[in-house]
């Protein structure tokens, strides 16, 4: 391991066929190099360990597809909306046809007020399906 104006290399051993196939991915991915390609899996760990360890500031999507026919489905969800304004920065509604919607809502809040909103969306009768997209607000996270 050496150190250069904030850079630590470093060696890494992996099977010939693991190498050989992460090397294509990443250049599908449109990594030009290694380094690159390990530092977002070793940032996207972080993350990953982040939204699940402790009460931290975080940002994510709710994508929601529903048929706005179902009873009562879009009131329920306005509603749920309307008493959460303090974390909702922003809502995409989308008609997909003439029966399904698309909704893409923008949260920032601690994560774990944001999965409970999420499972809440989510778990409303009539959605056909819903993610959650947990992120950093990118505070703390070095580029
Ligand atoms: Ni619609």
Redesign the pocket.
Known sequence: MSKKEGVTRFSVSAEKSLMRQYDQLRKKQGYKNRSLAVADMMRDRLVEHRQTAGDYDAAGTVTLVYD?HASLIQQTLTALQHDFTGMIVSTL?V?LDHHN?LEVIVLKSKASAIKKLADRLIGTKGVKHGKLSLTTTGVDLPA
Do not use: A, Q
């Open positions: 706005h509604h008609h919607c």
